[in-house]
């Protein structure tokens, strides 16, 4: 079993940012694509992003096109952490966000929120 722990989250003004953390189990990385999404009350689940699994040549990243061009995803192997870099954050922004497992990182992975394993989540609160 995987453990996700998220962190990074807060209370920030529209137009500003946050760079969310996902320490993942050793070695996890080597094997397993992993995604975020959110989930903002009384709202379905949203995709956010996802990046894939260690492997040879450049690694892919998917962005849910409400996040593309503010949004940048990242890993550091060697920390065993997955980065959520988020600039340019709005209110409609504003949810729980969770680091997930994915079978296979890929816009449709994105899309149909195809997540397996996840945190306990970390709040992102935008105001205006």
């Known amino acids: 079993q995987v453990q996700l722990v998220e962190s990074g989250g807060g209370l920030v003004p529209a137009g500003g940012s946050l760079r969310l953390s996902c320490a993942v189990s050793r070695f996890a990385l080597d094997y397993y694509a992993i995604g975020w999404f959110r989930q903002a009350p009384g709202k379905e689940r949203e995709g956010v992003s996802c990046i894939g699994s260690s492997g040879v040549g450049r690694v892919a990243t998917y962005y849910a096109e409400s996040t593309k061009g503010r949004f940048t995803i990242s890993r550091n192997n060697a920390k065993n952490t997955v980065y959520l870099q988020m600039n340019s954050l709005e209110p409609e922004d504003t949810a729980v966000y969770y680091c997930?497992?994915?079978?296979?990182?890929?816009?449709?992975?994105?899309?149909?929120?195809?997540?397996?394993?996840w945190g306990q989540g970390t709040q992102v609160t935008v105001s205006s």
């Open positions: 997930a497992t994915t079978p296979s990182c890929s816009i449709q992975a994105v899309r149909e929120t195809r997540f397996e394993s």
